[in-house]
């Protein structure tokens, strides 16, 4: 069964830190691109970014919203995906979903991990 | 950036309704069109790829077409379990955006 599980959300206070990880199984990690989705409280689905496979030499793309902030990494010996968040805004505040994309550059998100929360807040 | 606009933000429907759910697109973006089911609390699930293409497991109830700027998805006979909230979202060019959602609700 091809599953994700992220972890590492939790209460931060604005201006710090936080790394978010996520663990897949049921597929091979390393022939994928992987992206990183988010979700305000009771908000809409916004894409943060996405870490490329090594053939396309583990290109990472961001949103202009995290841009500069966020880097995602990935180590495919673990089967893991990174985001590692820094000067967090209580905007920031969210659910963050890896995802796993199938169908090359052009391709969906499939399946979703069921999410870990960030909130950001003094 | 790609500007993707669903329409309705909500609707209201009963059970054994069709539904149709439009999504349009700033540009063009060919058939790099996704969309997706979110139930409450639960994390989105991929219905349909490709503008049409049913992806494994979902009801052939579902379904998607269009190119170019315009999508749309339907529902042939709704049922309980399609209340959710639905997003199209874009895959041809970065950042890979969403539309704001259509939330599906019991009439």
């Known amino acids: 069964e091809v599953q994700l599980v992220e972890s590492g959300g939790g209460l931060v206070q604005p201006g710090g830190s936080l790394r978010l990880s996520c663990a897949a199984s049921g597929f091979t990690f390393s022939d994928h691109y992987m992206d990183w989705v988010r ?15 090594k053939a396309n030499s583990y290109t990472t793309e961001y949103a202009a919203s995290v841009k500069g902030r966020f880097t995602i990494s990935r180590d495919d010996s673990k089967n893991s995906l990174y985001l590692q968040m820094n000067s967090l805004k209580t ?17 969906w998100f ?6 870990t929360l960030v909130t950001v807040s003094s | ?18 539904v149709t759910i439009t999504c349009r697109a700033s540009q063009s973006i060919s058939t790099s069109l996704n969309w997706y089911q ?11 790829y490709a503008a049409s293409s049913l992806q494994s ?20 006979s709704l ?17 890979r955006g969403f539309g704001q959602g259509t939330k599906v609700e019991i009439k």
């Open chain 1, 110 to 115: 499939d399946p979703w991990g069921q999410g």
């Open chain 2, 79 to 95: 049922q309980p379990e399609d209340f959710a909230t639905y997003y199209c979202q874009q895959s041809y060019s970065t950042p």
């Open chain 2, 57 to 76: 497991g979902v009801p052939s109830r579902f379904s998607g077409s269009g190119s170019g700027t315009d999508f749309t998805l339907t529902i042939s």
């Open chain 1, 91 to 107: 905007e920031d505040t969210a659910v963050y979903y890896c995802t796993r994309v199938r169908g090359g550059a052009v391709g």
């Open chain 1, 39 to 53: 979700q305000a409280p009771g908000k809409g689905l916004e894409w943060v970014g996405r870490t490329k496979n």
């Open chain 2, 1 to 18: 950036d790609i500007q993707m606009t669903q329409s309705p933000s909500s609707l209201s429907a009963s059970v054994g309704d069709r």
């Open chain 2, 38 to 48: 979110q139930r409450p609390g639960k994390a989105p699930k991929l219905l349909i």
